[in-house]
């Protein structure tokens, strides 16, 4: 067989060596042991009548069955849609409808949520479970064992179809088209990230640290197994075990979010440095911008290892930079590692350097939002560029800078207000344990800055402590930028990926 980036590959030239271990419970699955369970269920599914096109959806907390799962759909040809665990049964159930699933497949820890969620769909679905079986589902394990560990003859490359998080409407299934069938194809975006910027081999031990169901730990995970590195899957991420799973398992590479930062960043200086680091070498970085300050920490901490790229589900383009040119362009995103990325006005006309405006990638990917043409249209220009919804801008050398999504830019008194910004310096307070800044109702501006603050766990909620944040704001910022007011909270509507769910708190404000 010549060298594949697939785990078919490694299968066959190191069988024993390990592909993804749990951390807390320590289960493992070797190449082979992959390799077997992804052919099984390849088989498993083409005896439930799936064939490639069709689309399956499964809801699983972080544990290998979910991983043998995506890459049996991966070698079959099969459209794959992952849910959020931390979904209720009817956002779940709105998924599964609107993929368009055949087959659904959860676990006996949401047996009941994934009761409801059988009992909602038509009686087409075929309802499967791992581990414990509920009523009304059929076992996956029983399935699967009886299946070859060969590959289905029909085998091709299946793909993803995830699900946008939501934060500013109802989640939206993404449709990537990629040219190449073969099941080699993995992510253009994420594989030239991880192998190239960040370094990883075949050699590598690769630390997930976030929810699996999300598209760039879901990528990243799949990316190293392809690669042939061995993958430790955290169940949950905590910021103390976080950095005890890189000294027990020498990890040389990760991928984390901002929010994993500020919350390891945040821990106290002893328990920081109670484990050996030394032997990571590449830390990427996805989901969000993040805050300066937090960043050149993190790199005074960790050394020039740390890989940034800004992409979406959408897979339409990216952009990527290393810790050395980030410390030469503070704040940037990176510059594209394929196509252009072009600055555009309200009327779609490019904008010079400096100017800030829509983010456009030329990078020639196609994507559509299933079941929604409208939204798909308004995604792209007359000349196939593409956007995710963000607005930067770029400097002089090309690198790219968010300044925040377009939903969430505050118009007060006429002119357009970022939040970012202001967060961004809110998160550095140490009073500050996490913040979204947005725009509420003003009768005499149209909006007015609103910031929302989880305060640390040493610091009461209250009008001294909002008086403080807002003089400190005071400080640093325009009056235009500072918040006018601060409400507290005692946690922030994020995701388990990260991303802030800042509508749900701004609809609180809004008639």
């Known amino acids: 067989m010549k060298p594949m980036k697939h785990p ?29 369970a992804s052919n099984q269920g390849a088989h498993a599914l083409r005896s439930l009548g799936i064939h490639p096109g069709d689309h399956i959806a499964f809801m699983l907390e972080n544990r290998l069955e979910l991983l043998s799962i995506a890459w049996a759909a991966q070698r079959s040809g099969v459209i794959f849609t992952l849910i959020s665990r931390y979904l209720t049964a009817d956002e779940a159930a709105y998924i599964v409808r609107d993929c368009g699933a055949k087959v659904f497949i959860t676990s006996d ?69 990629y040219p190449d069938a073969s099941i080699e194809s993995l992510s253009p975006v994420v594989l030239p990230v ?17 929810p699996l169901y999300h598209s760039a730990p879901l990528a990243g995970a799949m990316v190293a197994a392809g690669l042939g590195a061995s993958t430790i899957v955290m169940e949950r991420f905590d910021e103390e075990q976080f950095l005890a799973e890189v000294e027990n398992h020498q990890v ?16 106290p200086e002893k328990a920081r440095n ?9 830390a990427v970085h996805v989901a969000a911008p993040c805050p300066v300050e937090i960043k050149r920490r993190m790199i005074d901490w960790w050394g020039p290892i740390i890989v940034e790229y800004y992409a979406g589900t959408e897979g339409n383009g990216v952009t990527a930079c290393t810790s050395s040119q980030w410390l030469s362009h503070p704040g940037t995103v990176g510059r594209p590692l394929f196509g252009n990325v072009h600055i555009l006005d309200n009327d779609r006309n490019p904008l010079p350097a400096g100017e800030i405006g829509d983010v456009f990638f ?17 995604a792209f220009t007359s000349e196939g560029w593409s956007t995710l919804g963000d607005i930067g801008w770029k400097d002089e050398d090309g690198f790219v800078y968010l300044t925040d999504r377009r939903a969430y830019t505050i118009i007060s008194g006429g002119v357009n207000v970022y939040p ?24 005499e501006l149209g909006e007015e800055v609103k910031a929302v603050v989880q305060p640390a766990n040493d610091r009461e909620p209250g009008p001294d402590l909002e008086a403080e944040l807002i003089g400190y704001c005071r400080q640093h910022l325009s009056s235009i930028k500072t918040p006018k007011s601060i409400d507290f909270k005692p946690e922030m509507p994020r995701t388990p990926t990260g991303k802030l769910m800042k509508r749900f708190l701004k609809n609180a404000y809004w008639p």
């Open 109 to 177: 820890r949401y047996a009941d949520t994934g009761q409801q969620i059988r009992m909602g769909a038509d009686g087409n679905l075929r309802s499967m479970m791992v581990g414990q079986v509920s009523p009304g589902f059929q076992s996956w394990d029983k399935l699967t064992i009886t299946m070859p560990t060969t590959p289905v003859l029909d085998e091709c490359a299946g793909a993803a179809m995830l699900y946008s998080s939501g934060t500013t409407g109802r989640p939206k299934g993404i449709v990537r088209k």
């Open 8 to 36: 078919a590959y490694h299968a066959t030239t190191v069988p024993e060596k390990t592909a993804y271990q749990m951390a807390g419970s320590g289960k493992k699955l070797t190449f082979a042991e992959l390799d077997a």
């Open 274 to 282: 109670r484990h050996k680091i030394s032997t990571l070498t590449g």
């Open 362 to 378: 030329d990078a020639g990917q196609v994507f559509s939002y299933h079941g929604d043409t409208e939204k798909t249209a308004n």
């Open 420 to 443: 970012q910004e202001t967060e961004d310096l809110l998160i550095n307070h140490p009073a500050v344990t996490d913040v979204a800044v947005f725009g509420v109702p003003n009768d």
């Open 194 to 210: 991880f192998e190239v910027l960040a370094g990883m081999t075949d050699k590598s031990v690769y630390l997930s640290p976030a």
């Open 252 to 267: 040389t590479h990760t991928q984390m979010v901002p929010t994993m930062f500020v919350r390891l960043l945040k821990l």
